[in-house]
């Protein structure tokens, strides 16, 4: 029976609320900004720190500041007093508490690695939603954000995901083999969250009908 569903996305694709959307009429948990602000907690560092780096890389200059910090004395003295809050230590918090969403079960998980972290879960149904570029930048144009900053963040926010993806996971992003459900979010959101529940019934029917 499938008990977590993960949701991989373009920006702008509503992904968000969407999820929103299956989490409730499901009566599940959504693990979208409330896995962010557990990360934050964790690591006892601020919410917005989080969200910047998260699903993304350290950049260039910041991965040889730490490299120099790790293979310097400076480094070795100074390393009980630095606290670094980077993408490196964010995907292995983002992983622990994926991974225990996952075991609580009953979890919508948007993102942040999810799909492949659960990638050979049977219980868990995997989705991804995209749109048309044009209809991504309308939905952050609606927002307050400028039809330039929204057609930007779009190409830059999926390129950072695919660095993040290759980087942590060795896998090309999207990995199409790993989704159950490929769907785009022009057709409505209601629709979209009603595709999604029909697969997962018919994924449940077929796993009592052959016990797997």
């Known amino acids: 029976m499938i008990n977590v569903i993960t949701i991989d996305r373009e920006f702008g694709s509503g992904a968000s609320d969407i999820a929103r959307m299956l989490g409730s009429r499901l009566g599940w948990e959504v693990w979208d900004e409330r896995l962010t602000f557990e990360i934050a907690r964790l690591m006892e560092c601020d919410h917005g720190t989080v969200a910047t780096l998260e699903e993304r890389r350290d950049p260039v200059h910041y991965r040889m500041l730490k490299a120099f910090f790790r293979g310097s004395a400076e480094g070795v003295q100074n390393a009980p007093r630095l606290k670094m809050v980077d993408a490196d230590c964010i995907r ?3 992983e622990r508490v994926v991974l225990a969403a ?3 079960g009953q979890s919508v998980i948007v993102g942040r690695g999810s799909a492949y972290y659960l990638r050979n879960r049977p219980d868990v149904f995997h989705v991804f939603i995209q749109a048309p570029f044009n209809e991504k930048v309308r939905r952050l144009m609606s927002t307050g954000v400028s039809e330039d900053a ?8 999926d390129r950072d995901r695919a660095a993040f993806i290759r980087k942590y996971f060795k896998a090309t992003w999207p990995d199409w083999q790993l989704f159950h459900l490929r769907i785009d979010s022009a057709i409505g959101e209601q629709a979209v ?5 029909h697969d997962i019934e018919e994924v449940d029917k077929l796993s009592q009908l052959f016990h797997f």
């Open 193 to 197: 969250v009603d595709r999604v529940l």
């Open 150 to 157: 929204a057609a930007e963040l779009v190409e830059t926010v």
């Open 92 to 94: 292995q918090v983002a």
């Open 102 to 104: 996952a075991k609580n």
